[in-house]
């Protein structure tokens, strides 16, 4: 399938509408017209992607779907715009910034980052903004439903606008407790691990960065050298030969005393039972519940 043709699955995930509900939505109004494959499986293009995304948002807020299928593109613009809760501005802000790099267009892309940042700071915008943009858009890189030229250049962008606020966060740890930071062999995907780095060092924690592609033997030496307090790790996309029960089995055996804490994609999906000392954290709130807890 085309990198920028979706499929209902994309749009649940994309948009928090269940698939059962879009379908009869396809049905009763005339906002959403699927395409089909030769084997009969509805596809949509970035702009269906771009409309389910306006009538979700306005529904969510309390606009009737009946209501919003009567209204033109620019009425729907014109909707989204009065709404001024707080929640509903942030969320209009990651659909555009999930329209935008669809479309890529870097320079609105970038200016609603920019915008942000100068509003409410480097801190909010990465926890209001761009960990919710990431946690959506993860979903489109699992199932390369994205161009690799669109992933790189959004996540560019993200990167340094994360290393700004690991610069402006505090230097000096306020407490004796240490995290290391690190992607498994066959994860790349280092913007949630980053995101980790600017909440830890924010609340006065002493990080040690090892970056992606770590292999354990690695991390057991400097466990070894440093014995920290925690093991960190996030998981966004990891190569297809990458075996998650066996990666969690794996460390567990060469560093039994030191608790890990996994976040991402596939911490919120598994399911098995995890090695002891081993804690998987599927929501950003319970991330930021571990932190507090440091």
Do not use: C
């Amino acid at each position: 399938m085309d990198n920028n043709l979706f499929t209902i699955k994309d749009l649940e995930n994309l948009s928090g509408i269940k698939a059962h509900t879009i379908r009869i939505w396809e049905q009763r109004y005339t906002f959403l017209k699927p395409s089909r494959t030769t084997t009969n499986i509805r596809y949509y293009t970035s702009e269906e992607l771009k409309i389910i995304l306006n009538v979700s948002l306005l529904n969510k807020y309390g606009f009737k779907v009946s209501h919003i299928n009567k209204l033109s593109d620019a009425e729907v613009q014109e909707k989204i715009l009065t709404l001024n809760q707080t929640e509903a501005q942030q969320e209009r802000l990651v659909n555009e910034l999930i329209q935008h790099m669809i479309e890529i267009k870097l320079d609105k892309f970038e200016a609603i980052l920019d915008t942000s940042i100068m509003l409410r700071g480097v801190d909010k915008t990465i926890n209001q903004l761009v960990f919710p943009f990431l946690e959506k858009i993860g979903f489109l890189w699992l199932t390369n439903h994205v161009n690799p030229a669109q992933e790189h250049l959004v996540t560019n962008i993200i990167r340094q606008k994360i290393i700004i606020g690991i610069e402006k966060a505090p230097a000096i740890p306020t407490t004796d407790k240490s995290i290391i930071l690190f992607l498994p062999e066959g994860e790349h995907h280092e913007l949630g691990l980053l995101f980790m780095h600017f909440m830890l060092k924010s609340k006065g924690i002493k990080v040690i960065y090892m970056g992606s592609a770590v292999p354990i033997k690695d991390l057991k030496y400097l466990v070894e050298k440093l014995n920290p307090s925690y093991l960190y790790t996030h998981l966004t996309v990891v190569g297809r030969n990458f075996n998650f029960e066996k990666f969690l089995a794996n460390l567990y055996e060469a560093v039994p005393n030191i608790p890990l804490v996994v976040s991402g994609y596939l911490a919120s999906s598994y399911s098995k039972t995890v090695p002891p000392n081993t804690q998987l954290k599927s929501t950003l709130k319970s991330v930021t519940d571990f932190i507090s807890t440091i």
